[in-house]
């Protein structure tokens, strides 16, 4: 099984990225999907979650981020709008099926 999530990298604040991460080697049926953050120094924290019929979001970041997901193509994605310099950390894709998944992350840095 395999998460790999790209797409980060360095932008200015308020500016956009959108995350993805590919998926391959998962079997059986994975009923949720989530975006996970760890900025420096601290834990790792849910950002937004998806399953079959619904989205779930850290209240702080709602109306800004959005989860989706291609279960055709295997990719989940996060569209991150008006960035923030504190949404600056490394960003994990996961998978929840009859085990938990998780990619190596990819890096958001936001500069002020």
């Known amino acids: 099984e395999q998460l790999v999530e790209s797409g980060g990298g360095l932008v200015q604040a308020g500016g956009s990225l959108r995350l993805s991460c590919a998926y391959s080697?998962?079997?059986?049926?994975?009923?949720?999907m989530a975006w996970y953050r760890q900025a420096p120094g601290k834990q790792r924290e849910l950002v937004a979650q998806?399953?079959?019929?619904?989205?779930n979001y850290v209240d702080s970041l709602k109306g800004r981020f959005t989860i989706s997901r291609d279960s055709r193509r295997n990719i989940l994605y996060l569209q991150m709008n008006s960035l923030k310099p504190e949404d600056t950390a490394v960003y994990y894709c996961?998978?929840?099926?009859?085990?938990?998944?998780w990619g190596n992350g990819t890096q958001v840095t936001v500069s002020s």
């Open positions: 998806i399953t079959s019929g619904a989205t």
């Open positions: 996961n998978a929840d099926g009859t085990e938990r998944y």
């Open positions: 080697g998962i079997s059986g049926f994975i009923y949720m």
